[in-house]
C-alpha cells in the first residue's frame, strides 16, 4: 500500500528508532505493575543522574540527592518541585550539555502563558510518537491510514501550501476555515477516513453538521481522538451519533510528552514507561522519563486531577494506573465582590448539572469585571434548566456573583483552543 510505504519512509528518515520503541511499547504494556514501576525506577535515577551531571541547572538543584540511594518511588518527594516559571526563566540552564546525534526544535502553544522553546532528542520524540501509536493499536487503527485533522487553520496561503503537502504525505486532511461550506467538503472526505483526531470542539461542531443537516454518515471511523482541549459530556452523544464510535481522549503536553491515553474500555492508562505521575493537591505533577536534552522533573504542568486508585482494575487487562479525569486548569482566579474563588467551581457546577440532573451543557464563561460572569452556552435551556443552573451557580458563589446567561451562543471562527474560562481581569 503506497501511503504505508511513504509513511514509513518518513518515519525511518525522521524518527528513525521509533520502531524499536513501539515494539517496546507492545511488549510492556502487558507488564505487571511491578515491572512497570521497576522500570520507572530504574528510569528515573538515570535521568537524575544524567541531568545531574549535564544541566547547570540541575546540577545546583540536586547538590545534595544521591539517586543511587533511592529504594522506591516515593524518593521522588526528596527532590523540589519545577514550575512553569522556571522552564521559561531557567531554560538555558535546564538544557543539558551533552551532545545528541539528532535533536528537533519544539514549542509549546503558549495558551495559558508564554511559549516555551526547548530542544528535543530524537530517541525521546520517537518515543513520544511512538506512545501514540500504541494508544492507536488499542483501536486497530494504523497511522498511515486515511485521517481527519482537526486543528489550526488560521495561515497564508503559502503556509496552507505546505500544510495541504505535508498532510498529503501522511495521508491526513484538515479543514482551513469554520464556515459551513468547507466543513461540509471535510465531511465528505470523511467518508473514506479511518480516523479522526483534533481539537474535540470542532469534532463536535463537524458531528453536530452530519446530525443537523442529515449528511451521509462516514461508515468506516474507527476512533475519533479529542486531544488539546476539554471533551464536555455534551459532545459524546453527538459525535457517537455521527461516526458510530464515541469519542476518546489522549491527555498530555508537548514536554512531559503523552501522559495518558484512552483504552478501548474507556479508561485513561497513563503511559507509565513514559511518564511519572504524581497527584499532589489534587494538581497534576509531572517527571518525563525519557527526555534527557531538557529534563522535566517534578513538573507542575498546571491542570487539577483525579487520579484512580491504586488498586482500580481495567477489563482491558492492562495494569498502567489509570487517570480518572482532568478536572480543570489550575491558576485563573474568578473574582467575586468580596472574595476570590478558583475557577475549578465551574468544573463542579457543570458537573454537577450533569450527574444530578442530567443536563450536559457546552459552556464558556467570560469575565470583565469584578463580581460579574457571563454564561455562554450552546444549547436552549429550558425553565427549569435555567434554574437548576442557577441553583448551582448560587450554591458555589451565593450573591457574591452576578451573571448573565446567553443561550444558543456558537463557537465564532477562531484558530485556538476552546477555554472553558476566559478572565480579562
Not at 95 to 120: C, I, M, N, Q, W
Not at 131 to 154: A, C, K, L, M, T
Not at 262 to 278: D, K
Amino acid at each position: 500500500m503506497l501511503h504505508k510505504l511513504i509513511f514509513n519512509i518518513g518515519e525511518r528518515l525522521r524518527n528513525p528508532s521509533i520502531r524499536k520503541w513501539f515494539a517496546f511499547l507492545k511488549q510492556s504494556e502487558a507488564w505487571s505493575i511491578e515491572q512497570l514501576e521497576t522500570y520507572q525506577l530504574a528510569q528515573l535515577k538515570e535521568l537524575i543522574s544524567f541531568a545531574k551531571a549535564n544541566s547547570t541547572y540541575y546540577k545546583d538543584k540536586f547538590k545534595s540527592i544521591d539517586s543511587k540511594s533511592f529504594k522506591s518511588l516515593e524518593d521522588i518527594q526528596q527532590l523540589p518541585l519545577l514550575s512553569k516559571q522556571d522552564v521559561i526563566q531557567f531554560n538555558e540552564k535546564i538544557h543539558t550539555k551533552h551532545t545528541f546525534k539528532k535533536v528537533f526544535t519544539a514549542t509549546t502553544s503558549g495558551s495559558s502563558g508564554d511559549p516555551l522553546v526547548y530542544e528535543r532528542e530524537e530517541s525521546a520524540d520517537s518515543f513520544n510518537r511512538a506512545s501514540i501509536f500504541r494508544g492507536y493499536s488499542w483501536h486497530d487503527v494504523q497511522p498511515w491510514e486515511r485521517n481527519g485533522y482537526f486543528w489550526g487553520f488560521d495561515f497564508s496561503r503559502f503556509k496552507r501550501f505546505k500544510i495541504s503537502v505535508l498532510d498529503a504525505l501522511q495521508n491526513r486532511f484538515r479543514v482551513f476555515d469554520y464556515k459551513e461550506k468547507a466543513f461540509k467538503r471535510f465531511v465528505h472526505k470523511l467518508q473514506r477516513a479511518r480516523y479522526i483526531h483534533g481539537y474535540s470542539s470542532m469534532i463536535y461542531q463537524a458531528a453536530k453538521l452530519i446530525n443537523d443537516k442529515k449528511l451521509p454518515k462516514p461508515k468506516h471511523i474507527k476512533m475519533v481522538k479529542g486531544t488539546s482541549e476539554k471533551i464536555y459530556d455534551s459532545y459524546k452523544a453527538e459525535i457517537e451519533e455521527a461516526f458510530g464510535v464515541p469519542i476518546i481522549s489522549e491527555y498530555g503536553a508537548a514536554e512531559t510528552g503523552i501522559i495518558a491515553f484512552e483504552c478501548q474500555e474507556g479508561n485513561m492508562h497513563i503511559n507509565m514507561e513514559g511518564v511519572f505521575v504524581e497527584e499532589i493537591d489534587n494538581q497534576i505533577v509531572v517527571t518525563n522519563l525519557q527526555m534527557k536534552t531538557f529534563p522535566i522533573i517534578r513538573y507542575q504542568l498546571g491542570d487539577y486531577i483525579e487520579l484512580a486508585a491504586k488498586d482500580s482494575k481495567c477489563t482491558c487487562g492492562k495494569s498502567h494506573y489509570i487517570l480518572n479525569e482532568v478536572t480543570g486548569r489550575i491558576g485563573t482566579n474568578v473574582y467575586g465582590k468580596k472574595e476570590i474563588y478558583p475557577s475549578l467551581y465551574f468544573y463542579y457546577i457543570f458537573k454537577n448539572l450533569g450527574k444530578k440532573h442530567h443536563l450536559k451543557l457546552t459552556y464558556q464563561i467570560i469575565q470583565k469585571e469584578k463580581g460579574i460572569l457571563i454564561f455562554n452556552l450552546e444549547e436552549n435551556l429550558t425553565d427549569k434548566h435555567e434554574q437548576l443552573l442557577k441553583q448551582e451557580i448560587f450554591n458555589y458563589f451565593s450573591d457574591d456573583i452576578t451573571y448573565n446567561i446567553n443561550q444558543n451562543v456558537k463557537k465564532k471562527a477562531g484558530d485556538g483552543k476552546t477555554k472553558s474560562f476566559i478572565s480579562y481581569i
